[in-house]
């Protein structure tokens, strides 16, 4: 097997449920403190707890979204479809599941980073009928606009 091979092999290995569940853990593990220290007065002004909160989510969410489009550049739009469905899933779990006190910080993030990860996946010019069925069928309450 060449290396192409092997590396296309590897890459086509997108599981949305591992997806969503990595990023659930990923996003479950945001410490509010961390959220009280970049908050506040800073050299070049006043930091929003809010604001420093959806900068941390958006830290974890932006490596995937750079995978996402990894994929489109491939021409592998059923796993840049996978992907998004994944962080899409895991977006909502984090939303309606996680009992993080970090979320009280950023209330609006999960919906918010989903249409972002709905936008980096559209800017791909995907396949849209796989994706919005699964928004339709396991999102329920985020089906209105996603896609």
Known sequence: MRITEIATAHLSE???????A??????????VEEVWDRA?????????????????????????????????????????NKMCMGLL??????DHESRSKFKDWAPDAPSG???????????????RADVKAFIENKLYGWEAGLV
Request: hydrophobic share 40%; aromatic share 12%.
């Open 14 to 20: 997108v599981d949305p449920e591992e997806v969503a």
């Open 22 to 31: 990595v990023l659930y853990d990923e996003l479950d593990a945001l410490e």
């Open 40 to 80: 506040g007065p800073k050299r070049h002004g006043y930091v929003d707890p809010g604001e420093a909160a959806d900068e941390m989510v958006e830290e974890v969410i932006e490596p995937y979204l750079e995978e996402i489009k990894k994929y489109q550049e491939l021409d592998m739009n059923t796993e840049a």
């Open 89 to 94: 899933l895991g977006l909502y779990r984090f």
């Open 113 to 127: 980073f989903a249409w972002m990860v709905v936008d980096a996946w559209k800017a791909g010019s995907p396949s």
